[in-house]
């Protein structure tokens, strides 16, 4: 799956400021179709940031996230024009990733 | 979700793996310029916590332990969700040596809903966005130098996100 992520990571001072964006149907598995039938949950599982060869932040979610899952965190390093890679993988092992430049 | 399709599920996922991992290397593309670091991996998810009912229960297979009130965790959470699906919780906290923040609501089916590692170098503070299936009271636990802190705050919710 390709085109899921959006990021903006924005770095002031010695700190960058991560938000995401992704768009996922977060399915709990309580939610019933318009036949009544159960939608299997469907949810992503664990998001990873990784800056300069480090993890800086993992993300391990439930299906309890609302939809189109967003995310803010912060760090300290990180400068403009760095890489910033997320990646995330869901319950059904479909994943996506992608490399941002630090703004 | 039983545990014969959760087992099922990942032998699936692992014998798929596999196989786009054997057919890469027999193809020849073993050298192909994958990005340095690994992907995310489910391997990392604790399936066991995000089952669980009560907030002990959920932080004893998350942490292996219980939590105790905090003044030095701030949970950031509105009075009155107009739309359960979308609730914004913001958790911070001023605890030396912060390694992971966990976000439970105490009323939905399963009450873990988030939990995030912390590595160091990393600040204490995450917002993100959850499903409330009704009115409930959130706990936000933050895990510093190897114990764990809470805050709890009631949120009213109008409309359930757990529903159909």
Known sequence: ?103 | MNEFSDAHNVARRTILKGAIAGSLVGLGFDTFPFPAFADADAKHWPGDAFKQKSEADALKALYGKSAQASDKVSLDAPEIAENGAVVPIAVTSTLPKVTGIAILVLENPNVLAAAYKIPEGTQASVSNRIKMAKTSKVVAVVESGGKLYSATKEVKVTVGGCGG
């Open chain 1, 1 to 103: 799956m390709a085109g899921t992520i959006r990021v903006r990571a924005t770095s002031s001072g010695d700190t960058t400021e991560v938000q995401s964006l992704i768009r996922h149907p977060m399915d709990s598995g309580f939610v019933k179709d318009r036949q009544g039938k159960l939608i299997p949950a469907h949810h992503i599982e664990v998001v990873q940031f990784e800056h300069g060869g480090k993890t800086v932040f993992t993300a391990l979610w439930g299906p309890a996230v609302s939809k189109d899952p967003y995310v803010k965190f912060s760090f300290k390093g990180g400068k403009k024009g760095d890489d910033l890679k997320v990646s995330w993988v869901d319950n059904k092992g479909t994943s996506d990733s992608l490399v941002a430049k630090i703004q």
